[in-house]
């Protein structure tokens, strides 16, 4: 399904003769039929393959995981009856009722689980239209936008669905995504997943009640977990993060680089809550480079959260970002890193400081 432009359609890249543009002044309105048409991976993602992905020789795991995930996308083809076979089940046999239907790789941040979760929407052996590639927070905003029998009946067509970053942050969260999965499993639908947490640990430390958990439990004997073990390699034999620079430093580069933003941080916060995240994409449409002056610590966590969701969209389009101001670690306060946020906030810090090196050749002295 091809996707509609983004309305309005006011978002093409700046010339040092116009200056930058502000994502303060947008508000895009994205059709519900674009944020199906964009379920594939990201830009960043595009050109990534299983071959592409280098495991560490000291993490046995992360070869596993090459070696499972290639055979579970071998299989995901059509024998000549049209049955699809599931983990090397013969053709035209029901799979045992709770059995996995999918994969869920779990692992720390920058082990290159989207790498390889993207690798295996490109290795399965279906058009573009039957695979389905997205995060958690885009597939309950799809949820959002369709409706959920409409959003069933969309993707139950599909032979894979990825689910990048799997969070469960509330409990009607929970029972939304469990209730959806659950219909698209008796589809057919082959499903993938990645996360920082074991299904079985979903949730922990954010919800007690036994309801909740109960829902966590059945939702994880969907799929067969895979533990990918290994080190950030976003920081792996890299030099720390660039030293934010001056605001007249961000304002030169803002003004000097095609397709280039400039805002203020503050500013910006209050702004992302007037915009719906699953609109974050058509926020950033255009960009070469994200300048932030005066970057602080975020004063919440509904801000915190937005931020997030922020972060994950310029890393996936790969638009580097200029920031005055405090380094991106001191962004989120001890208590929200303490808290059950913490693996989106750190998620974010990685993110930002990979982008602030990828700004490097931007910066106007």
Known sequence: MSASPAEPASTSPATPATGPVS?????????????????VPPPRFDSVRFATYVPDPNQPSQTEAV??????AAGLGQDPGGKRRWFGRRPGTAAAPGSPRGVYLDGGYGVGKTHL???????????????????????TNLVGALGFQQTVRTLAGHQLLCIDE???DDPGDTVLVSSLLSRLVEAGVALAATSNTLPGKLGEGRFAAADFMREIQGLSARFRPLRIDGEDY???????APAPLTT???TRAAHTTEGASLDDFPALLAHLATVHPSRYGALTEGLRVACFTDVGPVPDQSTALRLVVLADRLYDR??????????????????ML????????????SRLTALARDAKGLRAE
């Open 234 to 240: 976003r920081h792996r034999g890299l030099p720390e």
């Open 166 to 168: 799997f969070e469960l």
């Open 67 to 72: 070696t499972v995930l290639s055979a579970f």
């Open 117 to 139: 979760l993207a690798s295996l929407w490109h290795a399965t052996p279906a058009a573009p239209e039957q695979k389905a590639f997205g995060t958690f927070v885009e597939l």
């Open 318 to 335: 790969e638009i580097p970002v200029l920031a005055s101001g405090l380094p991106f670690d001191r962004l989120f306060s001890d208590e």
């Open 248 to 250: 007249e430093q961000v």
């Open 338 to 349: 303490n808290g059950g946020y913490r693996k989106k906030y750190f998620r974010a810090i």
């Open 23 to 39: 994502l303060c002044a947008r508000e895009p309105r994205v059709a519900a039929e674009r944020l199906v048409g964009e379920m």
